[in-house]
């Protein structure tokens, strides 16, 4: 469970904000993202993976919430208004989305992240809020804000970022920390080939989650300070964050102090789920037993919206026809007729007919799995219709001349492929 409260009396989270930047496309995921950002990817049979972020704000306290949007995000948009358009301004609530709309200039869009917060000061400066905690949309953990929050107001932060422990062989591909003994940032070093230790475990370095905390009327002087430099690139990672280190007092908050645990939870979650083995991995996981993920957590829900669907329908039982799974994730409005699905999560409305056989598959809302198909290790895209007596994970050359297969041996299966097949 998260860390005790401090002696702060009330809660900070209460007059904060949380600006999530979800404008990327997260082009490592492929075909995935070709018609979705990467926050609006399904995750976990229910889920967009930009639930998190905003489950994570509301459990938090947090109730004014801004979302910047830019690469294709018409789907993540018809999301959050389907899912999160509960709050009320009669309660000091907001969830504003904060599309690129050339407001500062017509020829401007998102230049970067940095910059998808400068655009909207205006929207900020209307609600007032003390502290802003700024999020990137394309995590997946469970995380309680207010604990960063009461750490940067006790150390007199001028920016907290929240960090994560990775080995320090592992962290070559983060944003990585060198702090003193205090938490004190001494550098920050993006993607170092010598990722410094941490001073209480060195060989173990301290990477940036992209979470930052920041009082309101700096954070908006420092944007403005930064929208001025012509040489800067916009970016927090690039720009912000280095400037305020050697000019500031900048704070790591350790993720181990307020990430969110329920008991069936044994270590600290967080995954960077931005490469197709990686997404594949992280969903499969839920399969578990015991997951390293507890979606069933009821004291920490992830919020999504809720399609109405009837439940999951399992017909047929003669031998060698009998619908059934084993250590697997059924969602709403899934039949499962006369086939076998094991360690594999159907999202909603997936149908699998009679003979098909799945093994390791994610398979996203709406599929249809024609008779005799056997699929193993695979990512089936939304609304993909996969043919009769296809057979994918049994021979390499073959799905690689087919799909996206990765070096792991996962193949990401969309409709335009499966069209490809028939000329």
């Given at each position: 469970m998260p860390a005790a409260a401090s002696t702060l009396s009330a809660p900070l989270a209460r007059s904060a904000m949380a600006y999530v930047l979800a404008g990327g496309r997260g082009s490592r995921l492929m075909e995935l993202t070709d018609i979705r950002a990467k926050p609006a990817v399904y995750f976990g049979g229910k889920s967009r993976?930009?639930?998190?972020?905003?489950?994570?704000?509301?459990?938090?306290?947090?109730?004014?919430?801004?979302?910047?949007?830019?690469?294709?995000?018409?789907?993540?948009?018809?999301?959050?208004?389907?899912?999160?358009?509960?709050?009320?301004?009669?309660?000091?609530?907001?969830?504003?989305?904060?599309?690129?709309?050339?407001?500062?200039?017509?020829?401007?869009?998102?230049?970067?992240?940095a910059d998808a917060v400068f655009q909207n000061i205006d929207i900020i400066e209307s609600y007032a809020p003390q502290h802003i905690v700024l999020l990137a949309g394309d995590h997946v953990y469970k995380m309680d804000y207010e604990h960063m929050l009461q750490q940067h107001v006790e150390q007199r932060a001028d920016v907290t970022v929240a960090c994560f422990e990775v080995p320090r062989r592992e962290a070559t591909g983060f944003g990585v920390m060198h702090v003193d003994s205090t938490g004190r940032m001494l550098s920050f070093l993006e993607k170092p080939v010598d990722p410094p230790g941490m001073p209480d475990k060195p060989d173990m370095a301290l990477a940036s989650m992209g979470i930052y905390a920041f009082e309101t009327g700096f954070l908006i002087d420092q944007l403005r300070r930064d929208a001025a430099d012509q040489h800067s690139a916009r970016d927090f990672g690039r720009d912000i964050i280095p400037y305020l280190v050697k000019h500031g007092n900048a704070v790591a908050h350790r993720f181990s102090d307020s990430c969110v645990r329920s008991s069936a939870e044994i270590a600290a979650y967080w995954r960077d789920v931005g490469t197709v083995d990686a997404y594949w991995e992280a969903n499969i996981d839920l399969t578990q037993a015991s997951p390293a993920l507890d979606l069933y957590d009821r004291d920490w829900p992830i919020w999504t919206y809720g399609e109405i669907v009837p439940p999951a329908k399992f017909v047929h039982d003669?031998?060698?026809?009998?619908?059934?799974?084993?250590?697997?994730?059924?969602?709403?409005g899934c039949i499962v007729s006369g086939s076998m699905i094991r360690r594999s999560l159907l999202f909603t409305g997936v149908r699998v007919h009679s003979y098909a056989v799945l093994d390791g598959a994610v398979v996203l809302p709406y599929a249809v799995i024609n008779r005799l198909a056997r699929l193993r290790n695979v990512i089936i895209d939304r609304g993909v219709v996969i043919p009769e007596n296809l057979v994918v994970g049994e021979d390499p050359d073959a799905d690689a001349k087919r799909f996206r297969r990765t070096e792991r041996g996962i193949c990401l299966i969309t409709q335009p492929m499966i069209d490809r097949l028939g000329g």
């Open positions: 993976i930009i639930d998190f972020a905003l489950s994570n704000a509301l459990n938090s306290g947090i109730r004014r919430i801004g979302v910047a949007t830019q690469y294709k995000a018409h789907s993540l948009i018809r999301h959050m208004q389907r899912g999160w358009n509960f709050f009320r301004p009669e309660r000091n609530e907001s969830f504003d989305i904060l599309p690129a709309s050339q407001r500062v200039s017509e020829h401007q869009w998102y230049a970067g992240t003669v031998d060698g026809r009998r619908g059934h799974a084993v250590s697997s994730l059924v969602s709403g």
